[in-house]
């Protein structure tokens, strides 16, 4: 497995998670990857504590537990934060977004004109294929 | 157990140099450690402990040590981005108390502005088996991206406006103007700060401080041996560090590490913020030294944008000088790391050896404190209360 550099390595030939280096080095979270080709937004939700967290890991960061299950999350939220790399060509906004569920993830805003984002603006989660194969959670406004 | 008198600064020593093509890492952290030994009166030999971070070639202290032929009964690694060096200054008072080494030198250096590394502005791809990788690495994020959601966040909560942030950079220039080796030494007014050109919403280019080469080293020793030597004492009165991460998912990016490591030095040191005479603060973006001063209890929360408006940073104009020596926003961010250059300032201030234009009269009590790694994604802080004797 390639570490060299791989967000600037040539797309994999069979687009997918399979073929991914991040998604790769941490079989625990082959679930989540599986469910995004399919558009499906998955959390880690412990079943001690009862809580999702973020970003999806073997041990649940609030609590200790290793009693994790994934649950589909409804794929919306709002903005919590975001930041438009205006010398960057093209542009792009940087977010953090507050999922319905709870836990705040990173991500970019997409499908709108950056000057139309506002902190608390409802968003929903759309797929886009990483340059390595997997699928990531983008947001655009719900 | 308190560190209180049990290991003093005797050497800081900040590179002259800004830009430095013909010069290699290593040899920069060999004239900043040279530099500092020569500020304490003593020499490499009387070395038996060494502290460096990342920045240090080959992640371990063994290739510096060996390069300066150190005989070491300590050393240590820790890397937390910017605020190593003020861990450092902790674990390195903790060592001398506990017997384990008696003069113990920190440095660091690097190259950044020289190798044209695109510090703030630059998505960096993390490794593939870092945790967050995954998750964080195709959203391109940024330095300037992050500390820009920050800056949003902070004026969405509290009300803080830019042309309040803007004067963070006003002091720190108004500063710098006497420092003949700061890399930027012109004055700006808070008008300039707000025309200058967009980095990552809402941050300007006068938000971000410096891209720099150079370095820095500190020498701390025994009280006992302290007294011996001939400089001002400098005693470490008080230290704290923390990790500050994303929470599982629960982040508030308004709140900086300052809240644990300032508490914790605070306590150490039985001191509170009204007693402190000079701060310096990390300031790698202006909101961040807002966010902390808050979060080190020199206002309350959401109150920072007030606090520092109107020159109350500025030495000899405002409550709390702050950064006198121009700090990251102007002199110097050596090797993107800001966190020795503040304890450098913090004991020119103690010792009465900052620049008569920006020395704080009769200073006794200073603090040190900044974050290290990016905020986010995971960033550590360091703060550290020193007394002069």
């Known amino acids: 497995m390639s570490q060299a550099n791989p967000s600037t390595a040539p797309a994999p030939q069979a ?63 709002t903005v919590y934060a975001f930041s438009t790399a205006r010398r960057a060509s093209p542009p792009y906004t940087l977010a953090y977004v507050q999922l319905a569920e709870g836990p705040t993830l990173m991500t970019n805003l ?15 989660v759309t797929f886009q294929r990483a340059v390595e194969g997997r699928m990531m959670p983008f947001f655009k406004p719900a | 157990m308190s560190l209180s008198a049990r290991a003093c600064i005797v050497g800081a020593y900040e590179h002259p140099t800004r830009l430095a093509p013909d010069k290699s890492v290593a040899q920069l952290h060999a004239e900043s450690a040279l530099g500092a030994l ?18 240090a070639p080959g992640l371990s202290p063994l290739y510096m040590a060996d390069y300066l032929n150190l005989k070491l009964k300590w050393y240590d690694g820790t890397e937390s981005g910017g605020c190593s060096y003020l861990a450092h200054i902790e674990h390195a008072a903790a060592a001398i108390a506990a017997g384990h080494c008696s003069v113990a030198l920190i440095t660091l250096a690097g190259k950044p502005r020289s190798s044209g590394q695109a510090t703030g502005t630059a998505f960096r791809a993390p490794p593939v088996d870092r945790p967050e990788a995954a998750w964080e690495s195709t959203f391109k994020w940024t330095i300037g991206g992050i500390y820009g959601m920050m800056m949003q966040r902070h004026m969405h909560d509290y009300g803080t406006t830019l042309e309040q942030i803007a004067w963070v950079k006003v002091a720190a220039s108004q500063h710098a103007q006497h420092n003949p080796n700061a890399l930027l030494r012109k004055p700006v007014t808070v008008e300039e700060v707000m025309a200058s050109p967009i980095i990552s919403d809402p941050i300007r280019r006068l938000d971000c401080c410096v891209i720099t080469d150079g370095g820095g080293a500190l020498v701390l020793t025994r009280p006992e041996i302290a007294r011996s030597l001939k400089r001002p004492i400098v005693k470490v009165i008080g230290c704290g560090q923390t990790m500050n991460t994303t929470q599982g998912g629960y ?82 961010h050596p090797m993107n790391r800001g966190g020795i250059t503040k304890a450098i300032e913090a004991v020119r201030q103690l010792r009465g050896e900052a620049h008569p234009a920006v020395q704080v009269k009769d200073c006794r009590l200073a603090l040190a404190a900044g974050p290290g790694l990016v905020l986010g994604p995971g960033h550590a802080h360091a703060t550290v209360i020193f007394e002069r004797e």
């Not at chain 1, 997409?110 to 929903?124: K, L, Y």
């Not at chain 2, 009166?41 to 971070?53: K, R, T």
Request: negative net charge; proline residues 5%.
């Open chain 1, 15 to 77: 687009a997918g998670f399979e073929q991914d280096p991040f998604a790769g080095a941490f079989p625990e979270t082959r679930e989540f990857w599986a469910a995004a080709e399919q558009g499906q937004l998955m959390l880690n939700t412990c079943q001690d504590c009862h809580r999702p967290h973020w970003y999806p890991r073997a041990v649940c960061p609030l609590c200790g537990s290793t009693r994790l299950q994934w649950k589909q999350a409804s794929g919306t939220g």
């Open chain 1, 110 to 124: 997409v499908e709108a004109d950056p000057d139309t984002f506002r902190i608390g603006m409802p968003v929903q």
């Open chain 2, 38 to 55: 020569h500020d304490a009166g003593l020499s490499l030999a009387d070395v038996d402990g060494y502290f460096c971070a990342g920045d």
């Open chain 2, 251 to 332: 982040l508030d990016l308004t709140r900086t590490g300052a809240q644990q490591s300032g508490a914790a030095a605070f306590a150490e040191a039985g001191v509170t913020p009204a007693d402190i005479d000079y701060a310096s603060v990390y300031d790698n973006f202006t909101i961040m030294v807002i966010a902390q001063l808050e979060d080190l209890g020199f206002c309350a929360k959401g109150e920072g944008g007030r606090f520092v408006a109107d020159g109350n940073l500025i030495s000899g104009v405002g409550k709390l000088p702050w950064n006198t020596d121009g700090g990251g926003l102007c002199n110097n």
